[in-house]
């Protein structure tokens, strides 16, 4: 198994374009969830997903949009990117939403808005 | 709102020392996760606690949960340089029924000289 992965890299944008971050998992898990990382902090949810055709906000869902068309993936969708954007952006999903489950994380994009 | 605070934020230590990071909510929590996340990469699932009071080790890590299930602590024994990187509590926010959408501590960065 791959795991979870997650495409760009490393990705840098100018102010007011848009892009997709891409995230795929193979472990048949129903939960996703997308997470963003700011230097010296710890991370904050965006948007997730209980299944496929499911969605909803998380913490700090402005300036972004996601879908499930399918199990395996849920791509990220930032619009007339900005500066704040600038972050480490995380995917990561779970097998079950129980309190025993835990998440598996993707290896994260580093995007830079300039 | 629900916050998880850990202290310190940074610590660096010699090789062979001990460590520990605290993490301390403002709700009760059903359970606590702790991630490590070593530079440049991403968060890995190290333990979940569940039972008020209860200890768990790996190793040379030991876990522990308040008894009040609102505190959790983190320490290492005899520190290697291994064991370098950012160690993240998580708990479930509060009310979030079973989507396992998490509030994570802003984490503790731990440095070990050689």
Same mark, same amino acid.
């Given at each position: 198994n791959a795991g979870v992965t997650q495409t760009p890299k490393f990705r840098i944008l100018k102010i007011g374009q848009s892009m997709t971050l891409q995230c795929a998992q193979d472990?048949?898990?129903?939960y996703m969830y997308w997470y963003r990382q700011d230097p010296g902090m710890g991370l904050k949810l965006i948007y997730y997903s209980v299944g496929a055709g499911i969605t909803d906000k998380g913490e700090v869902p402005n300036g972004y949009n996601v879908s499930r068309s399918t199990t395996e993936d849920f791509p990220l969708r930032l619009e007339l #990117? #900005?500066?704040?954007?600038?972050s480490v952006y995380f995917c990561a999903s779970s097998?079950? #939403?129980?309190?025993?489950d835990t998440q598996y994380f993707g290896p994260g994009t580093r995007l830079t808005v300039l | 709102g629900q916050q998880v605070m850990q202290i310190p934020q940074y610590q660096h230590v010699q090789e062979g020392e001990d460590f520990t990071t605290y993490c301390n909510s403002s709700t009760t929590l059903s359970n606590i996760q702790w991630y490590k996340q070593r530079p440049g990469g991403h968060p890995v699932f190290l333990i979940q606690l569940v039972k008020s009071g209860e200890v768990k080790k790996q190793k040379r890590l030991t876990f522990q949960f308040g008894e009040a299930k609102k505190n959790s602590s983190l320490h290492i024994t005899?520190?290697?340089?291994?064991?370098v990187g950012t160690y993240f509590c998580a708990g479930p926010i509060k009310g979030?029924?079973?989507?396992g959408k998490l509030i994570f501590g802003q984490g503790t960065t731990l440095q070990v000289k050689p």
């Open positions: 472990m048949n898990h129903n #990117a #900005a500066p704040s954007q600038t097998y079950l #939403a129980t309190f025993t | 005899a520190t290697q340089t291994t064991d979030s029924g079973n989507t």
